[in-house]
Structures are given as C-alpha cells and as structure tokens.
C-alpha cells in the first residue's frame, strides 16, 4: 500500500516568479471577515466549499505559493474562531475585524500587521479559482507601473453586482492602464452599469501610499461602509498612479456571493479537476457527473465510471475501475482493484487487485487484503480482511482480524458489542465460516478450522477442528402428510 504515493505522479508545479527583488517586502491579506449575508447560512461565506474545500483554503493555498504563509494575513472577524480553526494549520497569520464595515475597513484594521512591508497583494477570501500565476502577474505589473494602487480587472459578459472599472481616458492610447475610479453596482449610473470591465477583488498596494491615504475613505455610500475600491479615487486625487492588469480568464475572479455563484463554481473546479486527471492518463466517462474533491490523486489508466463521487483525500492507484454510483471518502486504493456499483468507502484500504461491492459499506479501519473479495451488502468496520479471503455476501463484520485464504459464509455476523464495549474476533489463515453464523467476540477460530452453517460460536475453536453451535436437527417422517390429513378431512 505504501507504494501508491510513490507511483501517484507528484503535479507540483514550481511556484511562480516575481520581478520583486529580494529588498521589496511583499504581503498578501486576504479578506474574509465578511457574513455572506446573500448566501442565507449559519456558516460564514468563507467556510463554504467549492470543489471539496473551503473557499477560504482555496485563496490561502493559491496565496502561499507566492509568498510564505507567515507573510499571509487573514483578515477574520465574522465566526472568526470558526474560520481560524477551519484554516489554521496553513501557518498564515490572522487579523481581527471584530466590526465589519466594509472592505477599506478591513485593511484599516490591518494596518499595524502590515505595515513592515512595502507591497501588499490583497485578495477576496470569496474568490477561490484564483491562480498563484495570476497573483504573480499582478504583483509584475504592479512593480513594473511602480503604482500606488493596481486592480486585476476582467471582462464579464454579466457583469451585475461587480463593481465596474473607470478607465482614464488617453488620447494617445485607448487602452490606457489607468484608472480613474471604481464605482459599486449600487452606485453606478445607467451608463456604467453597461460596462463590462469588472472590479475583481485582487489588489496590489503600495503600503505606504495605502496608509497614507485610507483614512480619507468616508461611508458615504448606499452601504453605508468603507469601500476600498474607493481608494482607486482618493490615490488619484493624491496624484497617485492607479493602473489596472486584466485578465483573460474571467473565471479566475468568479466571487461566490450567493448559491447560484457557489454552484457554478464548484462546476468548474471540478471539471477542470477531471481535464486535469484525464490529462494525466486517467478515463471518466461522463465527467459532468462525476464529483472528484481537490485534493483526490489517481494513477494513470485507472477508470471512473459516471456519478463517481471520490471525495477528501482519498488516493486512487493505477488501473483501478470504479464504478458507478459508489462514493470513496478519504480511503485508498491501491492498483488493480474494481469498486463495484453503489459502494460506500469511508477511511477505508483497499488492497491490490481486491474486488469490492456491489454494494459494499468500507466503513474507517477497514484494511482489505491484495485480492480479496467484499461482496453484496457487506458492511465492513475497523477490520484486516487478509490476502485472497472472501465475504461476498450479506456480512457484518467489525473489530476483527481475518487472515488469509478465509471464506467467510453468506450471512455471517461478528457480534462485536455487549451493549458497554466493543470486542475483537480474530479468525486465523484458511478459515471456513459457514453461512449465517454469528461469532459472539471476544473470539478466536484456529487456522484452518471449519464453522458449520449457523452456528453461534461463543467459545474460541482450535485450529483444524470443526465447531457446530446449533440444535441438532430432529425429522418427523410424514409428520406433514398427517398434518394435512387432520386438518383437511376427506
Ligand atoms: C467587492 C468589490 C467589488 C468587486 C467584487 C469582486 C468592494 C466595495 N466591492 O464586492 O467592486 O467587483 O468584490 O468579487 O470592495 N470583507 C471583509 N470585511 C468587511 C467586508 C467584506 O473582510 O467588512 C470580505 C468578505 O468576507 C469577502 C470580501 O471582503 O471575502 C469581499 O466582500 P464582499 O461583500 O463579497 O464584496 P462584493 O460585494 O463581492
Ligand atoms: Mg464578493
């Protein structure tokens, strides 16, 4: 099993380069204080997940791979014990912004955190699909521009509910990279709201410059916060460059402000997953259908069956099938083996070649052995199956060691729980349970023993022996002809 990471092909790219020099101290804050009140949760917006993870995971991860994680700065203040748990092994640093007041408000509070440093990128903890490249190319263009202020901007053939970019008019260049304001969907006039250039949320400030200059931010808006878009006009005002860098991959920039937005989201992380595993020689048929989190690797010539769900971090070895409708949550499946339909996998192993389902139920601390077989309706529990051994049919089997070359009959329970504690059965190597036994744990069956059909084992059995736990069976010759007789006089 240890050998599936190694054959997994590791698809860490190096991380981007930037045209800072090494005496620019560059930061990242990443907003996410907010409520999401349009979402209508008791979760905050941030803690959704898109694609497995939470929106929040998504930037930070992204962020990371431009600066290290102590020069991070979450910006938390609504639940924000709830998000810094759900997010604090990334290593990042966290900003309080106990009152929400708006955007410019968050990098208000910010202000003592990052004011060691030259540059800041900062990034919406709503919009998960950005790239560590594109965060990158901002920060270049910034440095290139030398402004105080650069907005990453795209073109949106709907673009309600964005802020919209002002662009300063030059007669020398129509295209000129300056901007002159940005004005809020509730503040914009019919005209504006025709433009198609959007605000994305991602910033580049020079510190400074931005301290200098945050505090001339007012609230006089129909939100009544601080808006820090509106620092594009108060830099300009101060003679200040703002320039904006637009992308050509608008989906980079898609904020998740309601479910609509989250739902669209999630389809094309997980679309853009699949492309991924298929360009790295993996089959799925039907990719729309199949849901496959962030963090899930599979090797290469393994198929995935439509309405797949593999989900967390489960890791998936080469020429494997899985088949439709199972669902393989944080399990691993080394080469070769076949999920059958309607499989449930939780915390699971799974080893080389094993054949699982249909209908199976892998429940955590399941370990199925090289070959073995887990048949129909099988539920499976903290529990070693053995190289080769079989339960193939209709079994309960937790808190158990089962070696190898077992059969383990249709029907066959493992009574594990005396209504207090949880008990372990061991059957050793080349075990034959017949059907329908049940096995009364604490319990051990000797290599190579023989379990009669139903029997109710309580007592261990030694190796060889046969053990049979039932009445013995007594026959009435004709006891049904004269029943019948009796009842039916004629
Ligand atoms: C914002 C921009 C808008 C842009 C859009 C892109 C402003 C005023 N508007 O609008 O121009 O087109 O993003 O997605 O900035 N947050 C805080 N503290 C606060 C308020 C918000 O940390 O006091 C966080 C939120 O959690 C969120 C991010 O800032 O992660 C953006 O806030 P949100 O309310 O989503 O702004 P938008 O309306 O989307
Ligand atoms: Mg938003």
């Known amino acids: ?32 204080a907010g409520k999401g009140t349009r979402l209508k949760s008791q979760l905050p917006k941030v803690l959704h997940k898109v694609g497995g993870k939470p929106l929040l995971a998504h930037v930070i991860a992204a962020a990371s791979r431009v600066v290290p994680p102590q020069d991070v700065f979450v910006i938390i203040g609504h639940e924000a014990d709830r998000v810094r748990a759900a997010v604090a092994e990334t290593g990042v640093h ?44 901002l920060l270049n263009f910034h440095l290139d521009q030398q402004a105080a202020m650069t907005l990453l901007t795209a073109d949106l053939d709907q673009p309600t509910g964005y802020g919209r970019v002002i662009r300063m008019n030059s007669r020398k260049n129509s ?58 006009r108060v830099l300009r005002k101060a003679g200040e460059t703002v320039v904006a860098w637009k992308t050509a991959d608008s989906a980079e920039v898609l904020g998740a402000n309601t479910r609509a937005e989250l739902s669209l989201i999630d389809a094309q992380m997980r679309m853009r997953k699949c492309e991924q595993l298929m360009a790295e020689g993996v089959t799925i048929f039907f990719p729309a259908t199949c849901v496959i989190d962030a963090e899930v690797e599979i090797a290469s010539d393994t198929v995935i069956e439509p309405f797949a769900q593999i989900l967390g971090h489960s890791r998936i070895g080469a020429g494997c099938r899985i088949r439709s409708y199972s669902v393989i949550l944080d399990s691993e499946i080394a080469e070769g083996a076949v999920i059958r339909t309607g499989c449930v996998l939780d915390a699971a192993r799974v080893g080389p070649s094993a054949i699982i389902g249909p209908y199976s139920h892998l429940r955590p601390g399941s370990d199925i052995g090289e070959g073995a077989h887990v048949g129909n309706f099988v539920e499976t529990k903290k529990i070693k199956l053995g190289k080769g051994s079989k339960a193939n049919h209709l079994s309960y089997l937790g808190d158990a060691e089962i070696g190898a070359g077992v059969n383990i009959g249709a029907g066959t329970i493992t009574c594990n729980y005396d ?25 051990r069956v000797g290599k190579g023993a023989y379990v009669a059909a139903a029997s109710c084992i309580t007592d261990d059995v030694p190796e060889d022996a046969l053990a049979l736990g039932r009445a013995r069976q007594t026959t009435k010759e004709g006891w049904a002809r004269a029943k019948r007789a009796a009842g039916n006089p004629k």
């Open 1 to 32: 099993m240890q050998g599936i990471l190694g054959q997994m092909k590791k698809s860490r790219n190096s991380p981007p380069k930037t045209s800072a020099d090494a005496s620019s101290r560059v930061a990242i804050a990443i907003m996410a």
């Open 94 to 137: 966290f900003v309080l912004q106990s009152e929400q007041r708006g955007t410019g408000h968050a990098l208000m509070v910010a202000r003592d955190a990052l004011s060691g440093y030259d540059h800041v990128i900062v990034l919406s903890g709503d919009a998960p699909q950005i790239t560590p490249q594109t965060i990158a190319q």
């Open 175 to 232: 295209h000129s990279a300056e901007v002159q304001a940005i004005v809020e969907e509730k503040s914009a006039t019919l005209a504006q709201k025709q433009i198609k250039e959007i605000n994305a949320g991602f910033y580049t400030f020079a510190v400074p410059q931005l301290f200098g200059h945050i505090e001339k931010l007012s609230t006089a808006n129909p939100h009544a916060e601080y808006y820090l878009t509106d620092m594009a």
């Open 419 to 443: 209504g207090v504690s949880k008990h372990a059965t061991v059957i050793e190597d080349g075990v034959f349970i017949g059907s329908d036994s049940t096995l009364v744990a604490p319990l």
